[in-house]
């Protein structure tokens, strides 16, 4: 994209809505570049809701709009990169009362399995500084979440630590009344300040005065103001809540954080690869504008589900142009009478795509289409699960171009090593005849140019095929690119954790619902979308795909499979993190503090009695906690004897070396017993 283009974007006299997808990927990475060296050229309503919109509209799925956005590469010049010790991920979004009753509802679900009745939440501050991580005496970035720079030097040039240090995750800040005094006029945002603060080798003037002032600070989250209470208190005053939030706290906040307290149910909800699932991130707008509908669209997606989109004269609203918007399903537009002519009332509630939220007045003529938009194909009504007819539904699979298009989409972009295989390019593709991903890795050149590519794009193509092969990619990102009904990220992650991708073709209902977080429905879709998908994803993982395995565990292997265990005191064959770490790997739910579920409090030196009254207490209620010694544990799961298993696979067509395997593994390897072939399998002893 020229610079000229890219400065009318910006300037808004072109709209996010003319862009190509190319385009608004090219421009919502350019846009993140500039906002994480401290530059930013668009308002963060204009990157939320203009330009995510868009691309959100024509490629619902693209990972750009949940991935965690990383630093620029480079941006922090020589400073070492620091690998977190836990993982510092984004957060969810929810942009009303609706979707905050969800989440907690969610949270209490998760709470009853754990016999917790009374559930606590917390609400802060979302602020908006540099996140960053203070451990261990080092204060690192966020980076992408696994790996961040280097930054104490910070506190040595006057940035003063909230509570003192080693205080884990927090936000460098400027003081919000400071800001708007001293510097509003010279910078559009604290952010933008912050950049000479913690990166430039030497700060500017303003930086060193704000630092003399003592206005820049690192504040860990746990040092904030919050409100606390349950689920029902919070629902009924949140706008309340989150407003006296916005008061009280003396930064600049994105919104407010609403998030579980209890430990236990943190650890069994756990996390997806983008966001913990026991915190949301509350963003709350009311922006509404009253619009005369022009046109409604109709779009196949890669489930074959035909969704409609209001269209409607351009408007700004929540900092956005915006003229579409989701008219939500077929059983609405019929109900609603949403169609041409009639006015309806259109909301961004934050939310990255705006939707029809009230009828003003309905349409005279109301449409539903019969036939699929893109294959024609005759449209079947899609019962939800109070078997009422909700959406309309193309059946025709693989031979509707739509389906097929928006499927392979979803693989290269779920896949994420490569960007030539675009919507545009895919249809090409599609029309060429080469409807499946192995017909698609077996094109040659010739085949490419066939389709109407020219020769440079043809050779572009190619390479990219070999580089999505080579490039090492996690497994559970492979397996999620299939598109496997409910078999996302997070979910492939946690079924890699217990089965290795070769075997999954082979796994019961049973097999799947005997891991923590699936239920039967979900299990079902599962194993029927794995059997489908099978042809599919064999004959890529015989094209040696460079995969990087998630370890997983025998559990016939394993005496602590699917137990609730503790671990308290000082041990000595490593820290409880490493203990922890060893024990999930094996199969075990491992608990911040005990309970009505736990099964094994692990007890090492220095024991506080209130984790032994407590074990008295549940015991006394009919639960069955064992007290155990840290040798009796390191018995029970055969660590002296070398009884603990781990199985690694490589299905890479090169060799892998044992020193390579050992870095793999999640816990220390005593001996490695591998093949000399490919693909390899290693059994791996700890």
Excluded at 80 to 102: C, E, Y
Excluded at 448 to 473: D, M, N, P
Excluded at 508 to 514: A, G, K, P
Excluded at 645 to 668: C, D, G, H, R, W
């Amino acid at each position: 994209m020229n610079e000229e283009r890219l400065s009318l974007i910006i300037t808004g006299q072109i709209s996010a809505q003319e862009l190509s997808i190319k385009e608004l990927r090219f421009c919502l990475v350019h846009f993140n570049d500039q906002y994480r060296a401290g530059t930013s050229v668009v308002t963060d309503d204009r990157y939320d809701h203009e330009f995510k919109d868009a691309l959100a509209i024509l490629s619902a799925e693209d990972e750009l709009l949940t991935r965690i956005e990383p630093e620029l590469e480079g941006s922090f010049g020589d400073l070492p990169s620091v690998r977190h010790l836990h993982p510092m991920l984004s957060t969810d979004n929810a942009f009303d009362g609706d979707a905050i009753q969800k989440f907690i509802n969610s949270i209490q679900r998760e709470a009853n399995e754990l016999g917790i009745k009374n559930v606590q939440f917390k609400a802060t501050g979302k602020l908006d500084g540099w996140a960053a991580n203070d451990v261990n005496n080092v204060i690192a970035t966020r980076g992408d979440g696994i790996n961040g720079t280097e930054i104490s030097h910070i506190i040595e040039r006057g940035v003063t630590s909230i509570g003192g240090r080693n205080l884990g995750a927090g936000e460098i800040i400027i003081e919000k009344a400071y800001f708007d005094e001293n510097l509003s006029d010279n910078f559009a945002c604290g952010r933008n300040f912050l950049s000479s603060v913690i990166k430039a080798s030497t700060p500017n003037d303003y930086a060193l005065q704000a630092l003399a002032d003592g206005a820049c600070h690192l504040v860990p989250y746990s040092t904030l103001t919050a409100w606390t209470g349950d689920g029902s208190a919070f629902m009924a005053d949140y706008e309340g809540i989150c407003d006296q939030i916005h008061l009280d706290t003396p930064y600049e906040l994105d919104g407010v954080i609403l998030e579980a307290v209890d430990a236990d149910v943190k650890q069994f909800m756990g996390a997806t690869s983008h966001h913990h699932r026991w915190m949301i991130a509350i963003k709350l707008k009311r922006e509404t504008s009253i619009q005369t509908i022009t046109d409604i669209e109709w779009t196949t997606g890669r489930s074959g589900v035909v969704t409609p989109t209001a269209i409607y004269d351009t408007v700004f609203l929540s900092g956005g142009n915006l003229s579409r918007a989701l008219a939500h399903n077929a059983r609405r537009v019929l109900d609603w009478g949403i169609g041409v002519g009639g006015e309806a009332e259109v909301c961004r509630s934050g939310s990255v795509i705006p939707k029809l939220t009230k009828i003003i007045k309905k349409a005279e003529q109301v449409h539903v289409p019969s036939e699929c938009p893109s294959c024609n194909h005759a449209l079947v009504w899609k019962n939800n699960k109070d078997d009422e007819p909700v959406s309309l539904f193309c059946s025709n699979g693989s031979a509707c171009s739509a389906q097929v298009e928006r499927g392979l989409f979803h693989f290269f972009n779920i896949m994420g090593n490569v960007d030539a295989f675009g919507a545009k390019s895919l249809e090409k593709i599609v029309k060429g005849g080469f409807v499946d991903l192995p017909a698609i890795f077996n094109m040659t050149h010739d085949d490419f140019v066939s389709t109407g590519f020219g020769q440079g794009e043809a050779k572009r193509l190619i390479e990219q095929l070999t580089r999505c092969q080579t490039e090492v990619v996690e497994d559970w990102r492979f397996l999620a690119s299939f598109g496997i009904h409910t078999l996302g990220r997070g979910d492939s992650r946690k079924l890699l954790e217990v089965y290795p991708l070769e075997t999954l073709n082979t796994l019961t209902v049973n097999d799947i619902i005997s891991i923590h977080g699936f239920s039967g429905v979900t299990a079902g879709f599962i194993v029927t979308g794995l059997r489908h998908k099978w042809t599919v994803i064999s004959s890529l993982l015989k094209r040696g795909f460079n995969l990087e395995r998630t370890a997983t565990q025998s559990s016939s292997e394993s005496p602590i499979e699917g137990k609730f265990i503790v671990f308290t005191g000082a041990m000595q064959q490593g820290s409880r993190d490493e203990m922890a770490k060893q024990a999930r790997a094996l199969g075990a739910t491992v608990q911040s503090s005990i309970n009505s579920k736990s099964e094994y409090l692990v007890m090492g030196e220095r024991v506080g009695q209130l984790k032994l009254d407590s074990v008295t207490k549940f015991n006394s209620k009919g639960a069955d906690i064992q007290n155990i010694s840290e040798a009796d544990y390191m018995k029970i799961i055969g660590s002296s004897s070398g009884q603990g298993v781990i199985e690694y696979f490589n299905t890479a067509n090169t060799f892998i070396t044992e020193e390579e395997v050992k870095e793999l593994s999640p816990l220390p390897v005593l001996e490695i017993l591998s093949t000399q072939s490919t693909p390899q399998a290693f059994s791996l002893t700890f």
